[in-house]
């Protein structure tokens, strides 16, 4: 359902029945890792150790929050985060495959909201970053989906009328979720 509310080029989407915005949603402090860059090393042939980063483990069953901090990478040149994609490359077209239920910026850092994932395996995880100053990074960060609970399709999470998901910062009117002329929601970031 769509209203028209089209102030200063914005438009509304009313949320489904029953869908609930967390407003002062904080991402989990547990969760978050630092954007690490590797290491220039190539002095004298030798090569830097490769680095790879994880999140703590999940269940299939679980529907957690994940963040990378741009907080050091970023740090000394007054830039932030412009926009964030995110993607799971080990995904195999499964119904139960680890899933993206949304990803957003918030309190300057880069957040995916996670879902479902084969039990018993390692994941990986895709964020590209990218700063209002142009520049940009791909983050890959392993996740480990334990054995604990049998394989779980993804939940539902509430999505615009165009199925876009709606996360927890974004911007609501009486309306519903004000969004951009390309029909993304506004986000708190």
């Given at each position: 359902?769509?209203?028209?509310?089209?102030?200063?080029?914005?438009?509304?989407?009313?949320?489904?029945?029953?869908?609930?915005?967390?407003?002062?949603?904080?991402?989990?402090?547990?969760?978050?890792?630092?954007?690490?860059?590797?290491?220039?090393?190539?002095?004298?042939?030798?090569?830097?150790?490769?680095?790879?980063?994880?999140?703590?483990?999940?269940?299939?069953?679980?529907?957690?929050?994940?963040?990378?901090?741009?907080?050091?990478?970023?740090?000394?040149?007054?830039?932030?985060?412009?926009?964030?994609?995110?993607?799971?490359?080990?995904?195999?077209?499964?119904?139960?495959?680890?899933?993206?239920?949304?990803?957003?910026?918030?309190?300057?850092?880069?957040?995916?909201?996670?879902?479902?994932?084969?039990?018993?395996?390692?994941?990986?995880?895709?964020?590209?970053?990218?700063?209002?100053?142009?520049r940009s990074v791909t983050a890959s960060v392993q996740l480990y989906i334990s054995a604990e609970s049998a394989a779980a399709a993804p939940p539902q999470v509430p999505t615009l009328?165009?199925?876009?998901?709606?996360?927890?910062?974004?911007?609501?009117?009486?309306?519903?979720?004000?969004?951009?002329?390309?029909?993304?929601?506004?986000?708190?970031?």
């Amino acid at each position: 359902m769509t209203c028209s509310c089209n102030t200063a080029g914005t438009a509304c989407s009313v949320l489904p029945e029953g869908a609930v915005l967390a407003p002062g949603w904080q991402p989990a402090r547990v969760r978050v890792l630092p954007v690490m860059m590797a290491p220039g090393l190539c002095l004298r042939g030798q090569l830097a150790e490769q680095v790879v980063q994880a999140w703590p483990a999940r269940s299939s069953a679980d529907a957690l929050d994940y963040t990378l901090t741009p907080a050091a990478w970023l740090e000394g040149t007054g830039d932030t985060l412009a926009s964030v994609a995110a993607s799971v490359p080990t995904a195999t077209g499964q119904d139960t495959d680890l899933a993206v239920l949304w990803v957003t910026i918030i309190q300057g850092m880069a957040c995916v909201f996670l879902g479902s994932g084969p039990p018993d395996t390692v994941q990986t995880v895709q964020m590209v970053l990218h700063t209002v100053q142009g520049r940009s990074v791909t983050a890959s960060v392993q996740l480990y989906i334990s054995a604990e609970s049998a394989a779980a399709a993804p939940p539902q999470v509430p999505t615009l009328a165009d199925g876009t998901p709606i996360p927890p910062n974004a911007l609501l009117a009486p309306q519903g979720v004000l969004t951009t002329p390309t029909g993304q929601p506004y986000l708190l970031a």
